[in-house]
């Protein structure tokens, strides 16, 4: 028997030293008691860390802003996200859910990276307004929605993880009856670099157009709702990595 780690699945990503080195960075700053309790300046540093040291694949103070305003218009009591990375979205959106009384749940499916984002949302001072939990993002859903029964429907939910999942897990909630006409926003990251067609095909799609796309569709036995109706903007942003934009869907 091979005593070699296990190599994680292709859509788990990696830590490549920069996740931890940003913690080591982060505790032996001169200012961490004034960044204790304040999730503004955890952002801040975050930010400066990420331009001065080494890129972070965060949603980042460019792309942030537009889903900052979604969550003040919409007020979600729960938001839930698919990918949490170091924690940066997770204190971003934890502090303006905090505004109204709100919680987000962020799915990550690396343990790792859930202990990164796990310290620096303590840092940050939302820990009664965040929580991360590891697992698979399908498994983990079906969970809180068919066994546990914590998510009657979603309200927004931001989809951040690996970008070939995106469509296979809002399959999922449709099957699961959770996407709810007039009420549900779904944003999705990274759909322009390195892009997810087929996700971004389906949510521009019309009923008979989604009807035709099942035809040949391997839904790995999901029941997707193809009557559901979108209506799907993406505005585009110019990141430190290039082009990129945000699948910003409302379900009608």
Do not use: C
Not at 15 to 23: M, Q, T
């Amino acid at each position: 028997m091979s005593n070699r780690p296990h190599a994680p699945p292709p859509h788990i990503i990696a830590l490549d030293g920069r996740e931890v080195d940003l913690l080591h960075w982060m505790y032996a700053r001169s200012d961490i008691k004034q960044i204790r309790g304040n999730p503004e300046k955890v952002i801040a540093a975050i930010d400066e860390y990420h331009d001065k040291h080494n890129k972070l694949m965060n949603i980042g103070d460019v792309k942030g802003p537009t889903i900052l305003d979604i969550i003040a218009q919409r007020k979600p009591s729960l938001m839930i996200e698919l990918g949490g990375y170091v924690g940066y979205s997770a204190v971003l959106f934890g502090n303006a859910l905090k505004a109204h009384g709100g919680k987000l749940l962020s799915i990550e499916v690396n343990p790792e990276m859930a202990a990164v984002a796990n310290q620096l949302v303590e840092l940050a001072g939302l820990r009664e307004h965040v929580q991360i939990m590891v697992g698979a993002s399908n498994v983990v859903l079906e969970e809180l929605v068919r066994e546990e029964k914590q998510i009657n429907e979603v309200e927004l939910i931001f989809l951040d993880h690996w970008q070939k999942l995106y469509l296979p897990d809002l399959w999922l909630l449709e099957d699961l009856g959770v996407i709810v006409p007039g009420r549900t926003m779904l944003i999705a990251d990274n759909v322009i670099m390195p892009g997810a067609p087929d996700y971004l095909e389906w949510v521009k799609a019309t009923p008979d157009e989604k009807k035709k796309l099942l035809e040949k569709a391997d839904v790995g036995g999901r029941r997707p709702k193809p009557e559901l109706i979108y209506e799907t903007v993406v505005p585009e942003f110019d990141t430190d990595f290039g082009k990129d934009g945000l699948a910003i869907t409302k379900v009608l």
